[in-house]
């Protein structure tokens, strides 16, 4: 009966609506219907589903080890450190100049600020970003497309250094990560191939990263993502004040390159949710 319903709506829709006269009207409801799937909710934290997560799931893990990967300035960092006062937060970034900004954040709220990017493999990599711009921005990435094609600025280029979550983590004498939080302007699945060890390991228990048009440009699907992360974690995007599972890969629902925050929580760790997909 829902089926047969839901049919005949589409079908009285496309015959009064499926034409080009109606073309400004079908997009405002899609793009509005995209902000309540949890999309291009970019505008504040509040929006985007980032202060729930803080003050929601965050806080059920006491004393929680944080790797805040492509930190920037430090300022979803310093929300961590006011949030969660016991973490032990250590906060990536390979931008030089940005990452003098970042570390005198760390100073001041408490957690490491480690001059590095994370991927698949250590070693160097390009890192492009807007120019002239001897400070750093927010768009620093390791494509240049996303620099040339998607923000149409010009790039300037530098050598930056490389690391893996594996070789941190072993390094350091990590044996679990509460949070990984990864924001690679498009690189987030290199970042996570490195973490391969801790993942069959069951080593991490959150993973929030963003999904976006920079994908477009690295050639990474949500399908790669459901692929290396589905069998042992639930999926949600974030809404304001909830999360939304995604525990059915739906190309059409899924395959939205803009705005989102992805949210991954590995079964078994402390953490509920109620909605549908």
């Known amino acids: 009966m829902k089926k047969r319903l839901e049919r005949i709506i589409a079908a009285s829709y496309r015959a009064i609506f499926a034409r080009p006269s109606c073309y400004l009207f079908n997009k405002l ?5 995209l902000r309540g799937l949890g999309l291009l909710n970019y505008e504040n934290d509040l929006v985007s589903g980032e202060s729930y997560f803080l003050r929601e799931i965050l806080k059920r893990y006491d004393k929680p080890l944080v790797l805040d990967v492509g930190a920037n300035r430090g300022t979803y960092a310093r929300k961590i450190m ?6 032990l ?8 100049a940005t990452f003098r900004v970042l570390q005198q954040a760390g100073l001041q709220y408490g957690f490491e600020a480690i001059n590095c990017g994370m991927g698949a493999e250590t070693g160097t990599l390009t890192l492009y970003d807007r120019q002239p711009d001897d400070e ?3 768009h620093a990435t390791l ?8 923000h149409q600025s010009s790039a300037s280029a530098l050598d930056v250094e490389i690391g893996t979550i594996d070789r941190f983590m072993a390094d350091r004498g990590i044996d679990h990560i509460t949070l990984l939080k990864i924001d690679t302007e498009g690189h987030e699945y290199q970042a996570l191939l490195g973490a391969r060890r801790a993942l ?3 080593r991490i228990d959150l993973i929030q990263i ?15 993502f459901m692929q290396l992360l589905g069998d042992a974690f639930d999926v949600y995007r974030l809404l304001p004040n909830a999360l939304l599972p995604l525990s059915t890969y739906r190309p059409r629902l899924c395959e939205l390159f803009a705005f989102q925050n992805l949210l991954f929580v590995r079964r078994g760790s402390r953490q509920t949710a109620n909605g549908r997909n």
């Open 136 to 138: 750093g921005t927010e």
């Open 82 to 87: 006011q949030h969660a006062p016991g973490a």
């Open 89 to 96: 937060l250590y906060a990536f970034e390979p931008h030089p």
């Open 143 to 150: 494509y240049r497309e996303v620099i040339e094609d998607i």
């Open 200 to 202: 069959a390991e069951d």
């Open 210 to 224: 963003e999904f976006n048009e920079m994908n477009v440009v690295s050639h990474v699907f949500f399908r790669d």
């Open 29 to 33: 409801l899609f793009d509005l219907s």
